[in-house]
T-cell receptor
Framework: EDQVTQSPEALRLQEGESSSLNCSYTVSGLRGLFWYRQDPGKGPEFLFTLYSAGEEKEKERLKATLTKKESFLHITAPKPEDSATYLCAVHGYSTLTFGKGTMLLVSP | DTEVTQTPKHLVMGMTNKKSLKCEQHMGHRAMYWYKQKAKKPPELMFVYSYEKLSINESVPSRFSPECPNSSLLNLHLHALQPEDSALYLC?????????????FGDGTRLSIL
């Protein structure tokens, strides 16, 4: 059974204080690892797909990396508008398995 | 703006009512999904449609009945729901089921059962 564990559950940062979110996974035949951002009352918004160990993707203040066992979402100099829940999901042989998410709060 | 459109945004219904949720996408995707999400929990897969045919039903109670009239539309028919069915119902689509492309989500329907 595919499993995804995200840590920490919640993270509070000051504006400009860089940090990283972790996503550990076990999956039979990784077809892709996905990062999503979800704002309250909204659907998950797609951020990145990572397919193989060593791969990195960047978008504005966000950078996602992937190893054979985990992925990191690095947030550089965050702003209050980066506050959201960040979801990690893996696609194995059949369906998408989500982690429980990290709730990020960035204070001005 | 999301490319997957869900209506209505909010729905309040009694346990004896019949209602439907609608989802539409125009990205040419041939896989569509229904998820249920409770507060502070990740989305839980309910159904997968591939080329307009139901391919996965995650043991969902029969009071939820999905329908895919064509490649752009997905419906979820609701009947005799229970209070514990109150949740955010999300629709998603992807180019093909089971491949390695990301799913794109709508903003959901917030369902409240009285």
């Amino acid at each position: 059974e595919d499993q995804v564990t995200q840590s920490p559950e919640a993270l509070r940062l000051q504006e400009g204080e860089s940090s990283s979110l972790n996503c550990s996974y076990t999956v039979s035949g990784l077809r892709g690892l996905f990062w999503y951002r979800q704002d309250p009352g909204k659907g998950p918004e797609f951020l990145f797909t990572l397919y193989s160990a060593g791969e990195e993707k960047e978008k504005e203040r966000l950078k996602a990396t992937l190893t054979k066992k985990e992925s990191f979402l690095h947030i550089t100099a965050p702003k209050p508008e980066d506050s959201a829940t960040y979801l990690c999901a893996v696609h194995g042989y059949s369906t998408l398995t989500f982690g429980k998410g990290t709730m990020l709060l960035v204070s001005p | 703006d999301t490319e997957v459109t869900q209506t209505p945004k909010h729905l309040v219904m009694g346990m004896t009512n019949k209602k439907s949720l609608k989802c539409e996408q125009h990205m040419g995707h041939r896989a569509m999904y229904w998820y249920k999400q409770k507060a502070k929990k990740p989305p839980e897969l309910m159904f997968v449609y591939s080329y307009e045919k139901l391919s996965i039903n995650e043991s969902v109670p029969s009071r939820f009945s999905p329908e895919c009239p064509n490649s752009s539309l997905l419906n979820l028919h609701l009947h005799a729901l229970q209070p514990e069915d109150s949740a955010l119902y999300l629709c998603a689509s992807s180019p093909r089921a089971g491949d390695n492309q990301p799913q794109h989500f709508g903003d959901g329907t917030r369902l409240s059962i009285l």
